[in-house]
């Protein structure tokens, strides 16, 4: 495919932006070593936060430019991570059954297995969506 496809929302990183000190916008939008560093620094000190309600735009097109379109939904998968993911119903969304259920049981591997998905979900998806194992 050419082009940048629709696979981020503006929206959703822009909503999620309201809670940039904790990195989830930069998450969202495929950006797991600063979204780490925004969480433990507090969007650097809000001065990194504030800066990205301008870059938002630019992340949003360097993310659809990266990540493969597909029948999984990348904002619905963040949006199921972000609110549920200790339960794993965003692993089952993907299709991913057991580890969804493993997730449920452990209270997603205490927590680990959540951080995880926060490193690995838009690649998760991108490699569902180009005809991998979901």
């Known amino acids: 495919m050419t082009g940048a496809q629709d696979t981020h929302s503006k929206l959703l990183g822009y909503l999620l932006w309201l809670f940039g000190f904790t990195g989830s916008h930069r ?3 495929g950006r797991p070593l600063t979204g780490t560093l925004w969480f433990f620094t507090l969007g650097l000190l809000g001065i990194g ?3 990205d309600l301008f870059l938002i735009p ?3 097109r360097a993310a659809e ?8 939904d990348y904002s619905i998968g963040w949006i199921l ?5 200790p339960f ?5 969304y993907m299709g991913k059954w057991i580890t969804g259920i493993l997730w449920l049981i452990t209270g997603a591997l205490l927590g680990l297995g ?5 490193w690995t979900l838009n690649d998760q998806i991108a490699e569902a ?4 194992s979901a």
């Open 27 to 29: 998450f969202y939008y």
């Open 88 to 92: 794993g119903v965003h692993r089952m």
């Open 114 to 118: 959540w951080l995880y998905d926060y």
């Open 81 to 85: 991570l972000t609110f549920l993911g």
């Open 58 to 60: 630019s992340m949003d």
């Open 65 to 72: 430019r990266r990540y493969s379109a597909g029948p999984i």
């Open 129 to 132: 969506n180009a005809g991998g």
């Open 49 to 51: 936060w504030l800066i």
